[in-house]
């Protein structure tokens, strides 16, 4: 392997596409550690401390759960805060329009110009999508029922728009910095970002652990005993194999070419395959329920603090206790309920079963067994029905193992995320595919790629 990753680096255009990579991603998490210079430092650390114990309720609590399944640091008030969620945001919504409304859908089957319509379309609406996000978000930093994150003299709506457009202009500048390397870097820029946002998270997670082994030792039955260690080490490895055997899984269905004669040469004939991935919607139905669920324990809980201490106070806060990130069975059940609704959601919306009987029917392919046109989409709609149950049941144990560690090893719950959810399966899925565009090009150098066996 090590001979393999030296091989990597003695390409001179694939080595300037790591190095070029490398630097951009520096800069995106440079820009985390420049803060709005009217946040209040100290409350900023108060309430960073506060997501990361697992606490939950109120501004706190919702900063905790965007952060973790957005992969940024809305606590910090940095110019970077809203990371390149606005741009994506943007781009789902682009994504279902273009299946529903006819303009976009023409536009989407133009080919590559409109895709940069698309694309061009998506930047506006990204921009639109920033300013309203960064706006509230900084509202409601001001204060209320909460010690307010932005200093005192500085709470004007004049303050509070000057970092609206700074923090939009810093979102801007990270969806330029994914296409850069788009463009000239390696794998895809804006799946990268995501992935440096959530492994930046681990440094401090280890450093946790290792300040709670040295004070409070690894004795059996101590917070940090060697048993709980052993099991989240354990644990992790287990996950991250199902969930690599899960992302590759593939369904594939033999097709069978029609055979052409022309005089004396026959052509055709042959026997392919038609892969069908298990995972076919990757993560968004777990971005969809997370957000969706955040809506009734926003609500609720910030309608039971405008009651106060009276009963339909305690009782709306009572409901949005049920709904909070990570707590209680009920908050589990609907997590589930609704990554299954998302799973097959999406998968309607990517595959389409017609179009895909048309190609193989135009192609002079069929599926052996049935006619082409309606049976065989048909037979492929039913095929992609019983795998995406499949997949939503991967991706339903994957989101709840979180809350499952965080209830019964450790209590904080952002070590939990590091064992399944949002985080985890992005890591896995764009570090796949890094792999894939590096072996893409040493296969055209006639390099062995990094995941061949040597021989």
């Given at each position: 392997?090590?001979?393999?990753?030296?091989?990597v680096f003695r390409i001179p255009e694939l080595r300037n596409k790591i190095l070029l990579t490398i630097v951009l991603l520096a800069v995106y998490r440079l820009g985390f550690h420049i803060t709005l210079p009217f946040i209040d430092h100290s409350v900023v650390a108060e309430t960073m401390?506060?997501?990361?114990?697992?606490?939950?309720?109120?501004?706190?609590?919702?900063?905790?759960?965007?952060?973790?399944?957005?992969?940024?640091?809305?606590?910090?008030?940095?110019?970077?805060?809203?990371?390149?969620?606005?741009?994506?945001?943007?781009?789902?919504?682009?994504?279902?329009?273009?299946?529903?409304?006819?303009?976009?859908?023409?536009?989407?089957?133009?080919?590559?110009?409109?895709?940069?319509?698309?694309?061009?379309?998506?930047?506006?609406?990204?921009?639109?999508?920033?300013?309203?996000?960064?706006?509230?978000?900084?509202?409601?930093?001001?204060?209320?029922?909460?010690?307010?994150?932005?200093?005192?003299?500085?709470?004007?709506?004049?303050?509070?728009?000057?970092?609206?457009?700074?923090?939009?202009?810093?979102?801007?500048?990270?969806?330029?910095?994914?296409?850069?390397?788009?463009?000239?870097?390696?794998?895809?820029?804006?799946?990268?970002?995501?992935?440096?946002?959530?492994?930046?998270?681990?440094?401090?997670?280890?450093?946790?652990?290792?300040?709670?082994?040295?004070?409070?030792?690894?004795?059996?039955?101590?917070?940090?005993?060697?048993?709980?260690?052993?099991?989240?080490?354990?644990?992790?490895?287990?996950?991250?194999?199902?969930?690599?055997?899960?992302?590759?899984?593939?369904?594939?269905?033999?097709?069978?070419?029609?055979?052409?004669?022309?005089?004396?040469?026959?052509?055709?004939?042959?026997?392919?395959?038609?892969?069908?991935?298990?995972?076919?919607?990757?993560?968004?139905?777990?971005?969809?329920?997370?957000?969706?669920?955040?809506?009734?324990?926003?609500?609720?809980?910030?309608?039971?603090?405008?009651?106060?201490?009276?009963?339909?106070?305690?009782?709306?806060?009572?409901?949005?206790?049920?709904?909070?990130?990570?707590?209680?069975?009920?908050?589990?059940?609907?997590?589930?309920?609704?990554?299954?609704?998302?799973?097959?959601?999406?998968?309607?919306?990517?595959?389409?079963?017609?179009?895909?009987?048309?190609?193989?029917?135009?192609?002079?392919?069929?599926?052996?067994?049935?006619?082409?046109?309606?049976?065989?989409?048909?037979?492929?709609?039913?095929?992609?029905?019983?795998?995406?149950?499949?997949?939503?049941?991967?991706?339903?144990?994957?989101?709840?193992?979180?809350?499952?560690?965080?209830?019964?090893?450790?209590?904080?719950?952002?070590?939990?995320?590091?064992?399944?959810?949002?985080?985890?399966?992005?890591?896995?899925?764009?570090?796949?595919?890094?792999?894939?565009?590096?072996?893409?090009?040493?296969?055209?150098?006639?390099?062995?790629?990094?995941?061949?066996?040597?021989?």
């Amino acid at each position: 392997m090590l001979a393999k990753l030296m091989t990597v680096f003695r390409i001179p255009e694939l080595r300037n596409k790591i190095l070029l990579t490398i630097v951009l991603l520096a800069v995106y998490r440079l820009g985390f550690h420049i803060t709005l210079p009217f946040i209040d430092h100290s409350v900023v650390a108060e309430t960073m401390k506060k997501s990361e114990s697992g606490a939950s309720g109120g501004v706190a609590g919702l900063l905790q759960v965007v952060s973790v399944f957005a992969a940024t640091e809305l606590q910090s008030g940095s110019v970077f805060g809203l990371g390149i969620m606005p741009y994506i945001t943007a781009s789902i919504v682009f994504q279902l329009l273009a299946t529903v409304y006819p303009p976009l859908e023409s536009l989407q089957k133009e080919g590559e110009s409109g895709r940069r319509r698309i694309n061009e379309y998506t930047r506006y609406a990204t921009v639109v999508v920033c300013v309203f996000q960064s706006f509230f978000l900084l509202w409601s930093m001001r204060g209320g029922q909460q010690k307010g994150l932005i200093l005192a003299g500085y709470t004007g709506l004049h303050w509070i728009i000057f970092g609206t457009l700074v923090m939009t202009a810093g979102t801007v500048f990270l969806m330029w910095i994914g296409e850069q390397i788009d463009a000239y870097g390696i794998g895809n820029g804006i799946s990268l970002l995501i992935m440096a946002g959530i492994l930046a998270r681990l440094p401090s997670v280890v450093q946790k652990w290792v300040d709670g082994i040295r004070t409070k030792g690894v004795g059996i039955g101590t917070e940090f005993g060697i048993e709980r260690l052993l099991v989240m080490i354990l644990v992790f490895v287990s996950v991250i194999a199902v969930v690599i055997f899960i992302t590759q899984g593939q369904r594939r269905i033999p097709i069978q070419s029609a055979r052409h004669v022309r005089g004396r040469k026959v052509s055709g004939g042959n026997q392919q395959w038609l892969p069908l991935r298990v995972n076919q919607s990757g993560v968004m139905p777990i971005i969809f329920a997370s957000s969706l669920l955040m809506i009734p324990f926003f609500l609720f809980t910030q309608i039971g603090m405008a009651f106060g201490a009276s009963g339909a106070g305690e009782w709306l806060g009572w409901m949005g206790s049920l709904f909070a990130p990570g707590q209680g069975f009920v908050y589990s059940l609907g997590y589930i309920i609704l990554i299954y609704f998302f799973c097959y959601f999406w998968t309607a919306i990517t595959f389409n079963p017609k179009d895909m009987a048309e190609n193989l029917k135009d192609s002079g392919s069929f599926i052996r067994g049935y006619r082409p046109g309606s049976p065989t989409a048909n037979h492929l709609e039913q095929v992609m029905l019983r795998i995406t149950y499949v997949g939503a049941a991967f991706l339903s144990v994957i989101a709840v193992i979180p809350t499952v560690i965080a209830n019964t090893i450790t209590q904080d719950f952002a070590t939990a995320s590091f064992f399944g959810g949002t985080g985890l399966l992005i890591i896995v899925s764009v570090a796949l595919d890094l792999v894939q565009k590096i072996d893409s090009h040493l296969v055209m150098r006639n390099y062995p790629g990094l995941l061949d066996s040597d021989k």
